[in-house]
């Protein structure tokens, strides 16, 4: 979804950058003096048709200032590529860093938009060649190649997948050392990281990071949270997407405010301990 429309909603979402960055934060924008905590994440984070976000709740119930930087369908590279951010990173106490899918990063085989990393932009040789039938000249989004990858040959798409998550684990980790400070990895989920060798699916977020993965990326943080709503909470939560009528496809999947205030009680004593 383009940045532009965000503000076509009942919700006053406030958009805000920070500094010179060109990404679009949700507002109200916050003091980068004394002591804050900074956020990394995606969708989930910024808090996509839910009122109050997890990071706005934290810092209601702990007294934390929570400079919320999550963008909407943020990959790894958004973050990698924006001084600005992670300079605020670094003049914070601690960093919660969504683990974002690996579907929206530029890799060996094709490349994103620097900044809305959902964009596919162009296919690399190495995949022109692994699917010459195909005409990626068709393709906007990084979702939709990669479906139609999958469909056409599973047993070459799998080196699709071992590539971005090869990727992911190195990008994901230079992030988490980029920060320079301690740093929470979070998952955010309908369900548990897959377990290794599990057939890849495309539609679970985060995309293409399995358990084995996450385990690795989180040897580089000081803390590791998984948030996986609980059964129950899907359909209470729906009810509670604001515009979620009015934007049936963009709601699908997104966590409702059961499961924002579910991720903020387990990342605030976390929190506590680190600051």
Request: proline share 10%; hydrophobic share 45%.
């Given at each position: 979804m383009a940045y532009e429309r965000l503000g076509e909603s009942a919700?006053?979402?406030?958009?805000?950058r920070y500094g010179?960055?060109?990404?679009?934060?949700?507002?109200?924008?916050q003091r980068l003096d004394g002591a804050y905590v900074a956020v990394l994440g995606g969708t989930e984070t910024y808090g996509r048709l839910v009122e109050r976000p997890w990071p706005a709740l934290i810092g209601?119930?702990?007294g934390?200032?929570?400079?919320?930087?999550?963008?909407v369908n943020a990959g790894v590279d958004a973050f990698l590529n924006d001084p600005d951010v992670l300079e605020i990173c670094r003049g914070a106490q601690a960093v919660v860093v969504q683990a974002?899918?690996?579907?929206?990063m530029t890799n060996r085989f094709y490349a994103v938009h620097p900044r809305r990393n959902d964009r596919f932009l162009r296919a690399a040789p190495p995949l022109r060649a692994l699917f010459r039938e195909v005409d990626f000249a068709e393709f906007n989004?990084?979702?939709?190649?990669l479906s139609t990858l999958q469909r056409l040959s599973p047993q070459r798409f799998a080196s699709v997948v071992d590539e971005l998550r090869a990727t992911w684990l190195i990008r994901t980790r230079q992030l988490l050392h980029l920060v320079e400070r301690p740093a929470v990895l979070l998952w955010i989920g309908a369900d548990a990281p897959p377990p290794a060798g599990a057939?890849?699916?495309?539609d679970l977020e985060p995309l293409l990071v399995d358990r084995p993965s996450l385990e690795q990326a989180a040897q580089a943080a000081?803390?590791?949270?998984?948030?996986?709503e609980r059964p129950s909470e899907r359909s209470a939560g729906a009810e509670r997407l604001i515009d979620a009528a009015l934007d049936p496809a963009t709601a699908i999947g997104l966590p409702g405010a059961v499961a924002h205030a579910d991720i903020a009680q387990a990342l605030a004593p976390v929190l506590r301990r680190l600051v």
């Open positions: 919700l006053n979402y406030s958009p805000c010179a960055s060109k990404l679009v934060f949700r507002g109200p924008p209601a119930a702990t934390l200032r929570m400079v919320n930087l999550g963008c974002l899918g690996a579907q929206n989004f990084t979702r939709h190649m057939p890849p699916r495309l000081a803390a590791c949270v998984e948030a996986v």
